[in-house]
């Protein structure tokens, strides 16, 4: 939709992560995004990422972000896990949230194999906390590579604009110089 558009075209300043603050999901988008995107600010809101009352701390999460604003992407995110260990991300409550949420979603829960309800609301699935990190440094990337195809086409635009122009004042100076040697000739 138009959120997974946005997100593909911004270049994030402020990531919010709804996440465990001790799991290795969070070790794992933290060193990658601390590596690869400088002046990147992290925002993490702690959550239990499995068992009672896990699904209802997500998905407040989500919402809390959303009513604080200032922020480009939200990552939800945990490492794998058994079936039971994933049920608050097959959660209606976090489909919901994630569902309303007006800040660009990535939702990145489990391993490649597991595709949890959160990752059909998000506007972006990744499959590892590390994939997810990396879909927002690509962004930057390639958003940096595209303006800088820009630039050298606008230099090679001018450039060639430059030498058309250049060459006309030359032809110009040039249809005057003759114009002034036949005067002169006509003077002697």
Request: proline share 4%; aromatic share 4%.
């Amino acid at each position: 939709g138009a959120a997974r558009e946005a997100l593909l075209l911004m270049v994030p300043r402020a990531i919010g992560l709804v996440t465990s603050p001790d799991g290795a999901a969070i070790r794992d988008i933290v060193q990658v995004l601390r590596r690869r995107h400088d002046g990147l600010a992290i925002t993490i809101y702690p959550v239990r990422v499995q068992g009672l009352g896990a699904a209802a701390e997500i998905a407040e999460g989500i919402r809390a972000f959303n009513r604080r604003a200032g922020f480009d992407v939200l990552i939800v995110t945990r490492g794998g896990g058994s079936p039971e260990d994933l049920a608050p991300f097959n959660d209606e409550r976090v489909a919901r949230a994630i569902a309303a949420s007006r800040i660009p979603t990535i939702s990145a829960v489990g391993h490649e194999t597991d595709v949890t309800i959160a990752d059909l609301a998000a506007d972006l699935r990744a499959p590892t906390p590390s994939a997810a990190a990396e879909l927002v440094v690509e962004t930057k990337e390639e958003l940096c590579r595209r303006s800088d195809g820009w630039r050298s086409r606008i230099e090679r635009s001018m450039k060639s604009r430059l030498a058309l122009d250049r060459a006309r004042v030359a032809e110009q100076s040039r249809a005057e110089g003759l114009l002034r040697f036949r005067y002169r000739l006509r003077e002697k």
